[in-house]
């Protein structure tokens, strides 16, 4: 029998059972793959494939929260077929993004779980010439949002005479983000990840195609667990090596959950992530003398002055205001979704109510 408990299942997972669903013989399990609609799980019983109870996730499918990879649900086991998943625990982190493949209008976009209930985030940019700083802050914005610690690891050292440049240059949109050059070819840096790399911890890889990903699972796992691919020379840029989320657990005890390359990152409800990536533009608009400063002509305006002085590039202040008005356009889709779901919701207790009348 498998310890779940090995795979990060620990108390406030636990504490989210239901008493009746122990006496009608469900148990915990974790989504480790997505393909579609199967799902690879893992449980006591070890890994196996599991479906969706149709009744619950079917039926009313706009309002169910679907299992996303690193998900803890409840299962009723089956030992000689497909367990059956009833219900999704509540997440202790998760990373999404807008669903690329229904982004057309508010009411046809929905928000796609890439990731969920991982410790660290591993934000991974190539040293090749593919590095791009405001890309990198559309993932920190994601990544704050998550509730799981940002590290940014700048990958294939070995093939940059000098990282310091590009490491100062990270530090000046994250500053209190460890950052760390890293080559998994020569093993550069990689003592430095020790302090993440903790038995029952759960790590999730974010980053473009080519950037080292699957490597770097090969490199923490001492063996060749996924296919790696060679970079285009002309460009820097490496084909798609992982095509789904998948989650490993490495025999030192070590949870990776390693993620396709996104070049696109659609931002989904992401505030509270941008006011911590940009907490300096945040500190100067707090500045200004007017509250609802539009940062273009009023006098008093500290943003006007930094960008004047230079201690606030114009391409920082450019990003700030598109990933901005991405999430204020995300916002509105966030809340039709929850006004559609409340009106279900209610619908479902007048039914029950006139049924008891």
Known sequence: MINLNEYGFFHDFEKQIKEEEKQEGFIPARVISVQKETYKIVSAYGEGNAKLKGSIFYQDAKYQTYPAVGDFIMIKPNLYGDHIIY?????????????????????????????????????MASLNQDFNIRRME??????W?????????LTKADLCDDCSDKIDEIKTIAPDVEVMAISSLTGMGMEKLQSFLKPGKTIVFLGSSGIGKSSLVNALANESLMKVNIIREADGKGHHTTTYRQLFKLDNGIIVIDTPGMRELGMWDVEAGISETFSDI??????????????????????????????????????????WKESLHSAKKVDYLKKKTNAYKNSIKNQHYSKKR
């Open 87 to 123: 219900r999704v625990l509540e997440r202790k982190t998760y990373f999404s993004r807008i669903n690329p493949t229904k982004r057309n209008s508010i009411s046809s976009t929905s928000e796609q779980i890439v990731a969920a209930n991982f410790d660290y985030v591993f934000i």
């Open 145 to 153: 949002q998550s509730g799981g610690t940002p590290v940014i690891l």
């Open 282 to 323: 945040e500190e100067l608009i707090s500045q200004c003398r007017f509250h609802n400063c539009t940062h273009k002509s009023e006098p008093g305006c500290a943003v006007k002055a930094a960008l004047e002085e230079g201690t606030l590039s114009i391409e920082r202040w450019n990003s700030y205001e598109k990933l």
């Open 138 to 143: 559309r993932y920190l914005a994601a990544a």
